[in-house]
């Protein structure tokens, strides 16, 4: 089973695939994450991709599928993938087939998050993960139980994103509406779009996309 996680930033892609992952014996693959890891890294598609992450805009579609293709080939993904945050361009829709099927796999759904956009800034500003296991929480809808410590593992410390900041979130919405919002029709051709609504509880959507995927 491979899926598509796909919707606006702030739509709650990561949130529910790692829920995803947790519930599944799928692997969760956000571009997003291994450009964040590749920055921290110093590595040279980190130099490449910081500044352009700072603004907003999208890195270029061969770094991106580079890393898809890099990480698909680490062994651990026949179970199923979670793509998060990719494809994000009409060619990076087109690598990504061509990624799967030279490894004798396809697409099964490309489920959108419907979301309204005035509601996102108030998600994006308000995000911040746990430093140490990466848990997903928001400062209004998704505090940890006990103040100041992570539900998933207990660590006391916490960070944000630099480019969660109302400023670089419209470069953001804009790239997404733009390139992005455009490869919906693609896979609607197809047959391989599912609906669900992100703004209902995250529990809510959680439970709409176990009724796509089925058990
Ligand atoms: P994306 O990966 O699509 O950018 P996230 O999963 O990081 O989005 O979610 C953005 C922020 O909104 C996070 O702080 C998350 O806790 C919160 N969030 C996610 N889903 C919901 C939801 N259904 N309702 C309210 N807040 C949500
Ligand atoms: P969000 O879902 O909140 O927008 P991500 O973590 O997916 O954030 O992405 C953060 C940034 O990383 C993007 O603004 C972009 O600069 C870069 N990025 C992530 N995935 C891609 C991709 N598939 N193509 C191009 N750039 C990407
Ligand atoms: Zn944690």
């Not at 990561?14 to 956000?30: D, E, K, P």
């Not at 179970?79 to 030279?102: N, S, W």
């Not at 309204?116 to 809808?141: N, P």
Request: proline share 4%.
């Amino acid at each position: 089973m491979n899926i598509i996680l796909l919707g606006p930033p702030g739509a709650g892609k990561g949130t529910q695939a790692s829920r995803l992952v947790a519930g599944r014996n799928m692997v969760q693959l956000s571009t997003g994450d291994m450009l964040r890891a590749a920055v921290k890294a110093g590595s040279p598609v980190g130099v490449k991709a910081k500044a352009v992450m700072a603004a907003g805009e999208l890195v270029s579609d061969a770094i991106v599928s580079a890393l898809i293709g890099e990480r698909l080939d680490q062994g651990d993904t026949a179970a199923g993938v979670i793509f998060d945050g990719y494809p994000r361009t009409a060619a990076q829709a087109d690598a990504l087939d061509i990624l799967l099927a030279e490894r004798g796999s396809a697409l099964d759904y490309v489920v959108e998050l419907e979301v309204d956009e005035a509601a996102l800034i108030e998600r994006i500003v308000g995000r911040f993960t746990c430093a140490h296991c990466g848990e997903g929480y928001h400062d209004v809808f998704k505090l940890p139980t006990v103040a100041g410590v992570c539900d998933v593992c207990g660590a006391t410390e916490f960070k944000r994103r630099p480019d969660d900041n109302a400023e670089t979130v419209s470069t953001r919405m804009a790239e997404y509406r733009a390139k992005t919002a455009p490869i919906l029709p693609i896979y609607e051709a197809r047959g391989l779009v599912r609906r669900v609504n992100g703004m209902a509880d995250i529990d809510e959507v959680s439970a709409a996309i176990a009724g796509i995927l089925g058990s």
